[in-house]
Antibody, heavy 118, light 106 residues
Framework: EVQLVQSGAEVKKPGESLRISCKGSGYSFTSYWISWVRQMPGKGLEWMGR????????NYSPSFQGHVTISADKSISTAYLQWSSLKASDTAMYYC???????????WGQGTLVTVSS | IQLTQSPSSLSASVGDRVTITCRAS??????LAWYQQKPGKAPKLLIYAASTLQSGVPSRFSGSGSGTDFTLTISSLQPEDFATYYCQQLNSYPRTFGQGTKVEIK
């Protein structure tokens, strides 16, 4: 069974750093890309960027370029989304999703809620 | 590429036929997917390539369109279909989603 399991909810202060994770199982992790999607409270879905775990090549949305970093460790089938300096506006649910080039997002993680508050 | 869904919300009754539209700011061939999201849950893939039903999705869901104009149709709305629906273009990066259509109970 294909699964993407994300790390648990986080509560952080502005300016702090954070890394959240997404662990894939039940399929060949390096055969599919992983994208990250943000959903702010009560709002819609925003694509942040994606990584090819086979070579760690990344694409970012211009809206998120420079503010987040996407990485992966294929040895443990895990992708990451990280911030070096969080802002209150980063408060949101973050989802990872699996896909191939040009293909839809067929499996999603359960989401990680990130709350940034002083 | 911007995607504009209409309406933003709608109220319907069980058994109604519901149609949601998604318009792309430029042509995307058939590189469009539809997702369903229920409160507190991750989105679920319903349709891809504009009209191909994902495995396990009920046949009351259908999609059509190409180029810039697309539709998602629910032929007979069921209680479990009350949710928010999003379109997504898969033609180019950055991938973009429509703003969502919330389907509520009348």
């Amino acid at each position: 069974e294909v699964q993407l399991v994300q790390s648990g909810a986080e509560v952080k202060k502005p300016g702090e750093s954070l890394r959240i994770s997404c662990k894939g199982s039940g399929y060949s992790f390096t055969s599919y890309w992983i994208s990250w999607v943000r959903q702010m409270p009560g709002k819609g879905l925003e694509w942040m960027g994606r990584i090819d775990p086979s070579d760690s090549y990344t694409n970012y949305s211009p809206s998120f370029q420079g503010h987040v970093t996407i990485s992966a460790d294929k040895s443990i089938s895990t992708a990451y989304l990280q911030w070096s300096s969080l802002k209150a506006s980063d408060t949101a649910m973050y989802y990872c999703a699996r896909h191939d080039y040009g293909d839809p997002f067929d499996y999603w993680g359960q989401g990680t809620l990130v709350t940034v508050s002083s | 590429i911007q995607l504009t869904q209409s309406p933003s919300s709608l109220s319907a009754s069980v058994g109604d036929r519901v149609t949601i539209t998604c318009r792309a700011s430029q042509g995307i061939s058939s590189y469009l997917a539809w997702y369903q999201q229920k409160p507190g849950k991750a989105p679920k893939l319903l349709i891809y390539a504009a009209s191909t039903l994902q495995s396990g999705v009920p046949s009351r869901f259908s999609g059509s369109g190409s180029g810039t104009d697309f539709t998602l149709t629910i032929s007979s709305l069921q209680p479990e279909d009350f949710a928010t629906y999003y379109c997504q273009q898969l033609n180019s990066y950055p991938r973009t989603f429509g703003q969502g259509t919330k389907v509520e109970i009348k």
